[in-house]
């Protein structure tokens, strides 16, 4: 791959969490105005971040497709909630460092990062319910062979925004707003572009239907990024069976069967 800092790139992520460990805080939600009884502490929350990065150019034509599974942890603080007719409470990630496939993705001022990543999450019309924005602010260090092992970092922040019933959010979420950020690299030179994702990755197996079975047959929906001409999922699995070397495979042509 070339080297050369005119080379633009795509990436799209999308990120679930997978529980949290409160350090100091409890959860809160959900409920009727549950924002309100939000404590000011702090929030371990163990990550999976999906990444897909794509070579120039920046839209849906063309291009090589570059794709990674990050995982690491998110740190939260928030402040006391207020209770005033705004029904909010402010956040911050103070540390979020992934790693995965030589890449390494960190954000907060705890990973050195002098920017903040800040937001708040307010009740909606329904007080059972609030939106959560956050402005994150991150570097992504990739791996020799992707754009010669650049450090890539974004100056405009890039706006995480959901609608949940609880904080932290719930193990499987994605981002209900659409971000397109420049990324730059260590002079400061736009080489990159981001955009984050809008499919979901992942599937919770809470009922009776997923239970452990050979040859099961498993319908599954998800939704696909049109602006990025992706079709395909991930599935994973706790154990193979023996011999196997894969879980599942995709019909390449038409994305609608899916062979385990």
Known sequence: MSNSTSRLTTMAMSMMLFGSNPLMAAD?????????????????????????????????????????????????????????????????????????????????????????????VRELGDPNWARLYLDTFFEIKLPNNVMGGTTLHNNEARRIQLDTDKFPPSPDYESTRRVFTPLHNATNVEVACFIESRHRTSVTPNDATFTASISRIVNLRWKSVPDLDQRGFFVWRGQLKAGKTECCKTNRTSHYNVAA
């Open 28 to 120: 809160c939600g959900p409920g009727s105005h549950w924002i309100d009884s939000c404590p000011a502490g702090s929030y371990s929350v163990d990550t999976i971040l999906d990444v897909t990065i794509k070579e120039q150019p920046c839209d849906a034509s063309g291009g090589t497709m570059h794709h990674v599974i990050l995982q690491g942890q998110t740190q939260f603080k928030t402040e006391a909630a207020q209770t005033d007719e705004l029904h909010e409470m402010k956040i911050e990630i103070v540390s979020r460092s992934f790693t995965g496939d030589g890449y390494l993705y960190r954000a907060g001022i705890n990973q050195g990062l002098s920017q903040q990543s800040r937001g708040l």
